[in-house]
T-cell receptor, first 116, second 108 residues
Framework: GAGVSQSPSNKVTEKGKDVELRCDPISGHTALYWYRQSLGQGLEFLIY????????KSGLPSDRFSAERTGGSVSTLTIQRTQQEDSAVYLC??????????????FGNGTRLTVT | KNEVEQSPQNLTAQEGEFITINCSYSVGISALHWLQQHPGGGIVSLFMLSSGKKKHGRLIATINIQEKHSSLHITASHPRDSAVYIC??????????FGKGTKLTVNP
């Protein structure tokens, strides 16, 4: 079956513009995660969804970042008033059940965001 | 100090060599993940373990909970093993904490 799908694969935007990044998890996966990988840095956790609710948003770096998930499926990460430091690869992962500690994660190929 | 430290940062090997990548962590964990990231950026989950040892093909992962240390071994390395290997730990929440990765290059 299909894996985790992210779109767009690349996005170049001007500073100050809003962007939306989309993630289609594997069908039936209830847990969904967003991560960010900045150049030369490790992956950092942004937000976790279980179904449509987000019990852990602690990794969102500022109130310019928000995310939602609808129908227990597709998720959208929105960055408002983008800044150059937002440039990174944004990765989505899904898991068949609750808990990154009891099931492996399935990653998408990421969206490379460049803010000019 | 990062909660998850990997060593070495970079590793170059000749095809056929036995490879070891190390991961040390400073927090109590529920599980440790080893991930592989290829040059194109895609990430694949290799192992998830909370104790002992797991083997998949030429890859072996071990964890010592008391010493807060895990190793990833690759036997009979091949150029297609060239990738960044990432260690990540979960303390029982959903928030994985990642190491910075080990870049492995296997030359033919």
């Amino acid at each position: 079956g299909a894996g985790v799908s992210q779109s767009p694969s690349n996005k170049v935007t001007e500073k100050g513009k809003d962007v939306e990044l989309r993630c289609d998890p594997i069908s039936g996966h209830t847990a969904l995660y967003w991560y960010r990988q900045s150049l030369g840095q490790g992956l950092e956790f942004l937000i976790y969804f279980q179904g449509n609710s987000a019990p852990d948003k602690s990794g969102l770096p500022s109130d310019r970042f928000s995310a939602e998930r609808t129908g227990g499926s597709v998720s959208t990460l929105t960055i408002q008033r983008t800044q150059q430091e937002d440039s990174a690869v944004y990765l989505c992962a899904s898991s068949p059940r609750r808990g990154s500690y009891n099931s492996p994660l399935h990653f998408g190929n990421g969206t490379r965001l460049t803010v000019t | 100090k990062n909660e998850v430290e990997q060593s070495p940062q970079n590793l170059t090997a000749q095809e056929g060599e036995f490879i070891t990548i190390n991961c040390s962590y400073s927090v109590g964990i529920s599980a440790l993940h080893w991930l592989q990231q290829h040059p194109g950026g895609g990430i694949v989950s290799l192992f998830m373990l909370s104790s002992g040892k797991k083997k998949h093909g030429r890859l072996i992962a071990t964890i010592n909970i008391q010493e807060k240390h895990s190793s990833l071994h690759i036997t009979a390395s091949h150029p297609r093993d060239s990738a960044v290997y990432i260690c990540a730990v979960s303390g029982g929440s959903e928030k994985l904490v990642f190491g910075k990765g080990t870049k492995l290059t296997v030359n033919p």
